[in-house]
């Protein structure tokens, strides 16, 4: 992709044509560890799945990765040790797929959280209620 936009200035390229330039940028002092702090942030979602296409690329070449992310799953998804920080410090710490598939971690972090209750569903109906009416102004 970027072989095509070599003689266009970094600033004119589109946002995930720049993090990857980036990341093509700091591979070319063959770091042992390249640090990545949020590549994934402001890309369209078509875009942050190439980035991590590369990064699971890049790790699968030996390479090591230090990846600050927003997007928890697909961290998850290629990391091989996985540490969740709150506040500083570690809460939760292991494998990238243990961390995936840990059911705190699936609630609080993935969008996987518990299902209503039916003691709290007339509770949550006025919540939601109450939320709709304050969006409709």
Same mark, same amino acid.
């Given at each position: 992709?970027?072989?095509? $936009?070599?003689?266009?200035?970094?600033?004119?390229?589109?946002?995930?044509?720049?993090?990857?330039?980036?990341? *093509?940028?700091?591979?070319?002092?063959?770091?042992?560890?390249? %640090?990545?702090?949020e590549p994934s942030l402001?890309?369209?979602? %078509?875009?942050?799945?190439?980035?991590?296409?590369?990064?699971?690329?890049?790790? *699968?070449?030996? $390479?090591?990765?230090?990846?600050?992310?927003?997007?928890?799953?697909?961290?998850?998804?290629?990391?091989?040790?996985?540490? %969740?920080?709150?506040?500083?410090?570690?809460?939760?710490? *292991?494998t990238g797929r243990e961390?995936?598939?840990?059911?705190?971690?699936?609630?609080?972090?993935?969008? %996987?959280?518990?299902?209503?209750?039916?003691?709290?569903?007339?509770?949550?109906?006025?919540?939601?209620?109450?939320l709709k009416g304050v969006?409709? *102004?």
């Amino acid at each position: 992709i970027l072989v095509e $936009r070599r003689d266009t200035p970094a600033a004119n390229l589109a946002g995930g044509q720049q993090q990857m330039l980036a990341i *093509g940028r700091g591979l070319m002092a063959e770091p042992r560890i390249l %640090v990545l702090d949020e590549p994934s942030l402001g890309l369209a979602p %078509v875009l942050v799945a190439e980035i991590f296409r590369l990064i699971a690329g890049l790790r *699968g070449q030996g $390479r090591g990765i230090l990846l600050s992310e927003q997007n928890a799953r697909l961290s998850l998804a290629i990391a091989d040790r996985a540490y %969740v920080i709150e506040n500083g410090r570690v809460t939760l710490s *292991g494998t990238g797929r243990e961390l995936l598939h840990n059911p705190e971690v699936a609630e609080r972090y993935l969008g %996987v959280g518990k299902g209503v209750s039916l003691d709290d569903a007339p509770r949550h109906a006025q919540l939601v209620a109450r939320l709709k009416g304050v969006l409709a *102004g």
